[in-house]
């Protein structure tokens, strides 16, 4: 299993970005993948999920900002952050379900995220 994250960065207050994970050596589209984050000494939480047929859920911190999506074809999943916030910095991560419905399972090496004026 390998997870691919992409897209990190800085960016200001109030902007918009696009974090996106590549899945591999595993079938991408029977799994519920995550997206999980760990600000600066904090722990590490989830903050949203979706099932293979794209049903989300998402941490109050970031719902109605952000939006997971994914597409099974490209093995890819996605996180559209938008109106972010100083809170949002931290290491994202994506993660792979340990089945259809959840669960917690391989990782992703991480990508960093500022958000800084």
């Known amino acids: 299993v390998q997870l691919v994250e992409s897209g990190g960065g800085l960016i200001q207050p109030g902007g918009s970005l696009t974090l996106a994970c590549v899945g591999s050596g595993f079938t991408f589209s029977a799994y519920a993948m995550s997206w999980y984050r760990q600000p600066p000494a904090k722990e590490r939480e989830r903050i949203a999920k979706i099932s293979p047929p794209a049903s989300a859920e998402y941490a109050d911190t970031v719902k109605g900002r952000f939006t997971i999506s994914r597409d099974n074809a490209k093995n890819k999943l996605y996180l559209q952050m938008n109106n972010m916030k100083p809170e949002d910095t931290a290491v994202y991560y994506c993660?792979?379900?340990?089945?259809?419905?959840?669960?917690?399972?391989?990782w992703g090496q991480g990508i960093r995220v500022t958000v800084s004026s």
């Open positions: 993660n792979k379900g340990l089945s259809y419905w959840g669960g917690s399972g391989s």
